[in-house]
């Protein structure tokens, strides 16, 4: 089992700048940030494997960055140039190499107003 513990979120402006992280319980192979908005589906974000390769939506490229402390076994999510598209409860998301345990936190709202 993993435990994860998100912090960060809140209310901004467009254009402005928030950053999300998440603490897992133990080291775990890939870690992320997906979304959600109202009426929608989830959707991936962002994603970091332990060796630093990440993988990104292309609705948020160019403006957030994932990274990850190993050693505190957290993920951080940099988001930059806000839009109110990006409005969502960010999930951090936590998973094995073969995908075949997968872990989410509670979720963390992101407002961004126009």
């Known amino acids: 089992q993993v435990q994860l513990v998100e912090s960060g979120g809140g209310l901004v402006q467009a254009g402005g700048s928030l950053r999300l992280s998440c603490a897992a319980s133990?080291?775990?192979?890939?870690m992320g940030w997906y979304r959600q908005a109202p009426g929608k589906q989830r959707e991936l974000v962002a994603t970091i494997r332990i060796g630093g390769s990440t993988n990104y939506a292309d609705s948020v490229k160019e403006r957030f960055t994932i990274s990850r402390d190993n050693a505190k076994n957290t993920v951080y999510l940099q988001m930059n140039k806000l839009k109110p598209e990006d409005t969502a409860v960010y999930y951090c998301n936590a998973a094995d190499p073969m995908g075949l345990y997968i872990y989410w936190g509670q979720g963390t709202q992101v407002t961004v107003s126009s």
């Open positions: 133990r080291s775990i192979f890939s």
